[in-house]
């Protein structure tokens, strides 16, 4: 395969939220291109039905498939936990048995058994990632004894995108979340934010966890995950550009995308429009 051949990864995310993923996974490989769609016209995924998702989701990679993506991430956790397998055994196969789809979600469960040492684990998300049970039953897969309990955060979405993540009201909602959960099991010593938006509340959840907690962001297990993933697939890495590109998209508007957006990527970007 000649260079102009080659395409970028493609990263989707429900909006902002997946630019916190897309950060570490250029920290950890900056030397290949990226194409990354936020669906901000009809997000937060967070609160819908398992259909509107898997076919909003379904959309947006048919999407990033016809700009030429030959493998797709789902930043997001809802989508990973809602649409990611229905896309991976169903549509696939139909429209691109040779394109690849990976979630957030299976990195992260790969590797939490390695950090827990009371056994215990504590999964924080949004209530569509949370009802999907997705966390405990790929955890299961990995480490069968593991106890999990998980918390949905239906504010947590909304703080952040309404700038109030740093906030004293941030705080009430906050400890409440993570109060529920540790009264649903005191032995917890690790905590999953199964969210795209979390990590930016990683202050204020420091704040109200005891020390000895530990918390994993998805952003460098992601990173970690692909880094190891394209090592194994070679068919895969060999289709994938490499010029250090990202190009960024949204289904909304790109003004209030780039204004929003730097809070998550941490550097300002100008992104383009794309009508669905
Ligand atoms: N990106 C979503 C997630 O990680 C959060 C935002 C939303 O609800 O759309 O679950």
């Not at 995108?161 to 540790?182: Q, R, T, Y």
């Not at 990173?223 to 994938?240: A, F, M, N, Q, V």
């Not at 209030?256 to 992104?271: H, P, Q, V, W």
């Amino acid at each position: 395969m000649n260079d102009s051949q080659k395409k970028p990864i493609g990263v989707f995310d429900s909006g902002y939220g997946g630019l916190t993923v897309l950060k570490e996974i250029v920290k950890q490989l900056p030397e290949y291109d990226y194409v990354y769609l936020g669906d901000n016209a009809r997000s937060p995924y967070g609160s819908r039905s398992y259909e509107t998702v898997y076919q909003y989701t379904l959309e947006c990679v048919e999407q990033l498939f016809n700009m030429g993506c030959e493998l797709v991430i789902l930043a997001c956790n809802t989508a990973s936990a809602k649409a990611l397998r229905t896309i991976q055994q169903k549509d696939l196969p139909r429209i691109a048995p040779d394109k690849r789809v990976l979630g957030v979600i299976r990195p992260t469960t790969e590797i939490v058994g390695k950090y827990t040492k009371t056994g215990h684990v504590g999964v924080l998300g949004t209530m569509g990632t949370v009802t999907s049970n997705s966390y405990p039953i790929e955890i299961e897969k990995f480490y069968p004894q593991l106890i999990v309990h998980q918390e949905a955060c239906p504010m947590w979405v909304s703080l952040v995108e309404n700038n109030e993540f740093e906030s004293d009201g941030a705080d009430f909602f906050i400890k409440k979340n993570l109060d529920s959960l540790l009264i649903k099991d005191k032995e917890i010593d690790t905590i999953i934010l199964g969210c795209t938006h979390y990590p930016l509340l990683i202050n204020k959840i420091k704040k109200h966890l005891p020390e000895n907690i530990t918390i994993l962001s998805q952003g460098e297990i992601v990173g970690k995950g692909l880094t190891d993933y394209l090592s194994r697939h070679p068919e895969i890495e060999k289709k994938c550009s490499k010029g250090g590109k990202i190009e960024f998209y949204t289904t909304d508007s790109p003004e209030n995308f780039n204004t929003a957006a730097s809070i998550f990527f941490g550097k300002t970007l100008k992104s383009k429009h794309l009508a669905l």
